[in-house]
């Protein structure tokens, strides 16, 4: 299966839905990420799922939260 990239011109006009704030591609990941809202949005089949509860939270360093 071959990594897929997102189209420059979306990223530019995707925002991240809960701060309004610029959104970066994570390619490894395949994941949109709001530094703001410390949370990782997936792309399932090249599509980005904008939505706050299917995204993945981010600790202060952008990896994944844990969980205790």
Known sequence: MSKRSVDPKLLEILVCPLTKGTLSYDPKAEELI????????????????????????????GNPATRD
């Not at 530094?35 to 090249?46: C, T």
């Open 34 to 61: 709001s530094e703001k809202a410390k949370l990782a949005f997936p792309i399932r089949d090249g599509i980005p799922i904008m939505l706050v509860d299917e995204a993945r939270p981010l600790d202060d360093d």
